[in-house]
């Protein structure tokens, strides 16, 4: 079947009545486009899951800095569509940055604590933009289940609490990661890296896998894990490190000590070249 595109706010509040008036159950898996097996991974588990399956393909203003790669951010609409179509997609919504943000636009949704940790401290008004984008998706779609993928894990968490103290009546499906065969995560900013910066990127999760073999050895005590894997970026100066820390993985809260039986992120973010990527990996102990 071939997928329908749809712009505008109209006509997809007019779909999903229609949707719901069936008594059929609806995924959403909200993007940025430039699709990726990350994407295509959420797109199946909605597939599996729900009676329709909606993907937005939009590239949020509002949560990109002043400095960031808002014009640059790598799009091909007409690739994104046949992969969708592929994957037996019901619906693309695609609307354009008016038909969201229109002149008169103001209002912001923001998960005010944990959006300012971690992430928040080197992109402070992005998941403000994330929460508001989310929202008004979420409003357009009234989807039963959404997917989210487990590479943004903060971003995953701040729309769980979102849904929660909003009592959004959503369930938020966070996807594991995906990698390439050599461990990078699949990102869309993957693009930007030249050969030389694909190369060395993999010094992310091959820290992130130091990290977790030193917790599942017996380390708890996060700075002694810190120190190790900070230790593998001095050799490599043209890697910025922005951060590495170990945080809890239902709050992202910074803990000084593991526990046992809780889970927890290793969480990296840094510059290479001009592009900044961050990675994780989910560690029980
Ligand atoms: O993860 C992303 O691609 C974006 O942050 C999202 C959730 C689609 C909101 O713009």
Redesign the pocket.
Known sequence: MKIKIIKTVDEIHSTVKAIKLSGKSIGLV???GFLHRGHISLVKESKIKNDITIV?V???PT?FGPTEDLNKYPRDIDKDTALLEAEGVDYLFLPDEKEIYPDDYETYVEVTKTSKKQEGEFRPSHFK??TT??SI?FNCVCPDNAY??RK?AQ?AVI?KKMVKDLKMDINVVIMPIIREDDGLALS?RNIYLNKEERERSLLLSKSLNEAKIMIESGEHLVNNVIKKISNMFLKESTIHLNYIRIVEASSFNEIEQLEKGKEYYILIAARIGTTRLIDNLLVTV
């Open positions: 909200p993007t940025m937005s939009f590239v949020n949560q933009g994330v984008i989310v998706l989210f993928g943004d971003q729309i869309s």
